[in-house]
């Protein structure tokens, strides 16, 4: 398995994962002009993705979707919510290629494997994704409030994670955002904070999980990649943790391409 976050934050998520017999895009919440062009800087053909996996309706999760759909013609998988959710901001799609999942689920494609993992945040019906193929498992958790026993138990058996750090909790309460966003991101149905994500790969690691973690989906009005990662290997060391395999997206070598 190969895995590459191609795009990760509030302006726009895309993550790669290829396998024998398929390449695959979870999210494409930039253009899909953009989204060539950062495959094309790691050497992927955009013409060789075979399916596209969403897991919600918010704009930075499907921007591209439609112009993907219509220029490449390959299935794109999405619950039923999630596509009434993005029905109206992604135009006309072939029907054929418009596939309902149930969160929750698991589906087979040949030689991968992947599950829908329900998120808890306020869109129709989120979902992570859990994909496995030859013996390696990748995980994509972000955009949920909270960590489920369900997400926790992936993650410990995960070989590479994306995992949601979005904010740093005193930058957003003393930010400029509205009370109520501020609020809302907070909340069971919002984002996870730096401390939330420390937490989870810290229980994870307690657990028996040895695997990468990308620190993602990082906020850039109330976050920085490098507290972030201090807040995360602060945590780990202070419980004896080894720090190695912990990365932030928005570096340079979290964008290089993981061979699991
Ligand atoms: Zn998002
Ligand atoms: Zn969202």
Request: hydrophobic fraction near 35%; aromatic fraction near 4%; glycine fraction near 10%.
């Amino acid at each position: 398995m190969r895995f590459c976050s191609i795009s990760s934050g509030s302006s726009g998520n895309c993550q790669f994962i290829e396998t024998g017999q398929h390449r695959i895009l979870i999210d494409i919440g930039l253009s899909a002009r953009q989204i060539e062009r950062l495959l094309g800087e790691k050497d992927i053909d955009p013409a060789s993705i075979t399916a596209v996996f969403v897991t919600h309706e918010h704009s930075d999760h499907i921007k591209g979707v439609g112009v993907w759909m219509r220029r490449y013609r390959v299935p794109v998988m999405a619950t039923a919510g999630t596509w009434k959710g993005m029905e109206r901001s992604i135009g006309q799609v072939p029907g054929e290629l418009r596939v309902e999942l149930r969160a929750g689920k698991g589906y087979r494609m040949s030689d991968l494997r992947i599950e829908t993992v329900p998120s808890c945040h306020d869109a129709n019906d989120p979902c992570g994704y859990v994909v496995e193929s030859g013996g390696r498992k990748a995980a994509v958790f972000t955009d949920t409030g909270i960590v489920t026993q369900t997400m926790l138990h992936h993650l410990c058996e995960t070989d590479i994670a994306v995992l949601e750090s979005n904010h740093d909790i005193d930058m957003l309460m003393n930010g400029p955002y509205p009370l109520a966003l501020k609020k809302r991101i907070r909340s069971n149905v919002g984002h996870l904070s730096n401390i939330d994500c420390a937490q989870t790969i810290c229980e994870a690691r307690r657990l028996g999980g040895s695997g990468i973690f990308l620190l993602g989906h990082l906020s850039e009005e109330n976050n920085r990649p490098q507290l972030a990662l201090e807040t995360s290997t602060t945590l780990m060391q202070q419980e004896g943790h080894p720090c190695d395999q912990i990365y932030v997206t928005q570096r340079e070598s979290a964008g290089a391409i993981f061979e699991l």
